[in-house]
């Protein structure tokens, strides 16, 4: 053998070593492998209306009256008497007895028996004065100010089993084909979540009504103050120990104040989304071997993703008033929807002999959907962005 043979042959077994190839055909033609998957870029967006529920509960318009009915209707004017009313804690109403009317007290025209109210703390032994009340109920003060994210990023973590078989080798550029099926499953272990709060000032309005001198006629000499215990007998109200009679006159006219207390309504919309996915992959797979170990790879993959996307949402009214919170309404939706999408994957990535047949990687990919999962619930649609990386680690092994 001369010397260009000789270093023509130490060329070709340098080449060989250093690119892990022989001339004689691929043996091993199958690989079959199993790894866990990484994904992450992925999101939930809600888009809809701020939280409303509180619409429904606070006035709108003229109207400021809230969670309650107006008081009970007025009974007068009556021949000249003033207007009086139901109250919150009792009422005062003209009688056939009271006033000028046949079989009352001349001496006292303004002034009735017709009267309830509903506990001693409204009498004020004092200043010989009986009070009643009226909530006015809440008016909105301001423009209601909105608070929260509309957007969630997710990450998915799952498990892949991948098969491919070994098609072509291109010689010159000592790149080989290969064409892989894969499935990927992501069972819905994370809950994603979304929360936005409105809230809106509001001032209730209290009016308050007083009647004096009640007492100071000898009419009124049947009641007895700490009693708050009152019966009804043919549409009058006496005390429990009182005798058949009637009750003390007091007059129809009253003085009114009112108070303004201020408190906040907050609307709270809570969205809780899960996702079970199912991936079914396939397309080609170029290998470049660097060493007799070591190789990479490009895989431009078509995807089947089968999604079963199920959301939650749930809207709580509170109202705060003088340090109190209490809950004024809520409502709960709930839907679910199951659809298929395809897509493109596109990874890249290392393989490692660990011995004659067995190997380990990783890999590095990019999965694009055609479109976006999107589920209705209640007011709001939130659409799942399932696009995103993902990182791959696996184990393989050759046949």
Not at 48 to 75: C, D, E, H, V
Not at 178 to 194: E, H, I, S, W
Not at 233 to 241: A, K, V
Request: hydrophobic letters at 30%; charged letters at 25%.
């Amino acid at each position: 053998m001369n010397l260009s043979h000789r270093i023509a042959m130490s060329l070709v077994v340098v080449s060989a070593v250093a690119t892990g190839r022989s001339e004689e055909p691929r043996e091993q033609r199958w690989r079959l492998q199993a790894g866990w998957v990484h994904q992450w870029g992925q999101s939930m967006e809600v888009r809809g209306p701020a939280p409303s529920l509180y619409n429904s509960l606070i006035p709108r318009g003229g109207s400021k009256w809230f969670g309650q009915l107006p008081p009970g209707a007025m009974t007068g004017p009556e021949d000249g008497l003033p207007v009086v009313w139901n109250f919150d804690d009792g009422y005062v109403f003209p009688d056939e007895e009271s006033g000028v009317r046949p079989g009352g007290d001349p001496g006292a025209p303004l002034s009735t028996h017709y009267w309830h109210y509903q506990n001693a703390g409204q009498y004020d032994s004092v200043a010989d004065t009986l009070t009643f009340h009226r909530d006015l109920g809440l008016r909105s003060s301001g423009s209601p100010g909105v608070r929260g994210d509309n957007d969630d990023t997710f990450q998915s973590d799952g498990v892949e089993i991948k098969a491919s078989r070994w098609l072509h080798t291109w010689e010159e550029w000592d790149v080989d084909l290969d064409l892989v099926v894969g499935v990927a499953f992501f069972p819905d272990t994370q809950t994603m979540r979304n929360e936005r709060m409105t809230e809106q000032n509001m001032v209730r309005e209290t009016e308050t009504y007083t009647y004096s001198d009640y007492f100071g006629s000898p009419a009124g000499g049947n009641w007895q103050p700490g009693l708050d215990h009152w019966y009804p007998y043919y549409g009058r109200f006496r005390t429990n120990d009182d005798p058949p009679g009637d009750n003390p006159i007091i007059p129809l006219d009253y003085e009114v104040s009112s108070e303004r207390t201020p408190g906040v309504i907050r609307d709270t919309a809570q969205i809780e989304g899960r996702l079970w996915r199912l991936r079914g992959e396939v397309g080609p797979t170029f290998t470049k071997p660097l060493t007799r170990r070591v190789s990479v790879y490009v895989a431009p993959q078509l995807a089947l993703e089968f999604v079963d996307a199920c959301v939650h949402r749930s809207e709580t009214v509170t109202f705060t008033e003088n340090g109190q919170t209490s809950r004024l309404g809520s409502r709960s939706d709930h839907n679910d929807k199951t659809t298929v999408v395809p897509g493109f994957l596109l990874t890249a990535g290392t393989d490692c002999l660990v011995s004659e047949n067995w190997y380990v990687g990783g890999s590095l990919g990019w999965e694009w959907l055609s479109r976006d999962v999107t589920v209705s619930v209640g007011p709001d649609r939130v659409r799942f962005d399932l696009d995103g990386y993902e990182l791959n680690l696996y184990l393989g092994r050759k046949f």
